[in-house]
């Protein structure tokens, strides 16, 4: 079991960054795939990007593609998400989720429902 804990959040214009982190307890991390999914007030939640076992993959969301980069570091049980030119439709709770895979799985995971773990989430607002 890991638990995991996301932290960067915060206010930034338009225009801006944040780093979002989410680090994870436990001495197995390098087991998980690791996504980030957002969920803002009145709309469904959204995925935001993956990134396999290794790290050695990542995939996005259309929304985000070109300015979010997603990357790990397993020596550290940390991930971590670059937000680059934040819009406010960014605006949004955003939660880190895992899922412990198997030896010959190295693969990164799009649905919610293939997630087993999820953070409590961390709140970014994007001011226009």
């Known amino acids: 079991q890991v638990q995991l804990v996301e932290s960067g959040g915060g206010l930034v214009q338009a225009g801006g960054s944040l780093r979002l982190s989410c680090a994870a307890s436990?001495?197995?991390?390098?087991?998980?795939?690791i996504g980030w999914f957002r969920q803002a007030p009145a709309k469904e939640g959204e995925f935001v990007a993956g990134i396999n076992r290794s790290g050695s993959s990542t995939v996005y969301g259309d929304s985000v593609k070109g300015r979010f980069n997603f990357s790990r570091d397993n020596g550290k049980n940390t991930v971590y998400l670059q937000m680059n030119s934040l819009k406010p439709e960014d605006t949004a709770v955003y939660h880190c989720?895992?899922?412990?895979?198997?030896?010959?799985?190295?693969?990164?995971?799009?649905?919610?429902?293939?997630?087993?773990?999820w953070g409590q989430g961390t709140q970014v607002t994007v001011s226009s």
């Open positions: 436990g001495r197995t991390f390098s087991r998980y795939a």
């Open positions: 989720v895992g899922r412990e895979t198997s030896d010959d799985d190295d693969h990164y995971y799009t649905g919610e429902h293939e997630y087993d773990y």
